[in-house]
């Protein structure tokens, strides 16, 4: 069953839902936390994530999706997000999933779409004893990167604290913040198995980042699927369509 919920993470209220299995309350079940990327919400793009949590109900595991402070419905202004902000949201959230009765304790895994892969490989390597699998679609690993060329591109001034990307206002304070996190060495301690799922025309993100955190960070632990021409959001009914079977393979094997 499909369901509204919130949590509160340092006075700011999350909105988000989950989708619990029939019989849930008789036997806890396995369960999967979805993170969504940067301007993303707990939708994200052609209703993905939804889908997702769908097709998992339906093979018996329950899912949950958040919109981070700031984005989608939740409390808070875009303009004050970080990536230490999101950390502690996906660390908060993760308990909340962990202490639920009808959820395995050890049973909890996350999923992340570009930013949102950034937080999941983070938060699974801060907390790996908590984190059963990790899935990465699109994973950008390289944010930091990203976030700096971002700055390079729009000459901030010195006394300049915000700029316009795409109607939302991105403030200093993420450059500051995202300089000191190194995305695949906080996701390193994680000692569980991956799935890297990325598009082979990612213009965001290229492809070569989920080669990245097999070769340097989770080994032969890990599973790169590449979607041949998909582009950084697998914007496409085919696309998509392998991507929730390769999520739901990994999660029910």
Do not use: C
Request: charged content about 25%.
């Amino acid at each position: 069953m499909q369901q509204a919920i919130t949590l509160n993470v340092d006075g700011l209220t999350l909105r988000g839902m989950e989708h619990i299995p029939d019989g849930a309350e008789q036997k806890p079940m396995p369960a999967v936390v979805l993170f969504h990327g940067y301007t993303g919400t707990k939708l994200e793009p052609h209703r993905i994530f939804l889908k997702i949590s769908r097709a998992l109900e339906a093979r018996g595991i329950a899912s949950f999706r958040f919109d981070f402070a700031g984005s989608g419905e939740s409390d808070g202004n875009f303009e004050e997000m970080t990536a230490s902000g999101e950390i502690r949201d996906a660390k908060a959230i993760l308990a909340m999933v962990k202490a639920d009765a009808r959820i395995q304790t050890d049973g909890v895994s996350l999923l992340g779409l570009s930013m949102g892969g950034f937080v999941a490989g983070i938060t699974a390597g801060d907390l790996p004893d908590d984190v059963h699998r990790l899935v990465l679609l699109a994973s950008a690993g390289n944010f930091r990167e990203i976030v700096q060329f971002r700055m390079q591109q729009t000459e901030l001034a010195p006394d300049q604290l915000y700029f316009d990307e795409s109607g939302n206002l991105v403030g200093r304070q993420l450059y500051e913040d995202v300089l000191g996190i190194d995305g695949f060495a906080r996701a390193k301690p994680f000692q569980g198995d991956v799935l890297l799922i990325h598009g082979t025309n990612d213009e965001a993100v290229p492809y070569q980042v989920s080669l990245k955190y097999r070769d340097e960070v989770y080994g032969e632990r890990a599973t790169v699927h590449l979607i041949e021409g998909a582009d950084h959001t697998f914007n496409s009914h085919a696309w998509e369509s392998e991507v929730i079977a390769r999520v739901v393979d990994f999660m029910t094997s």
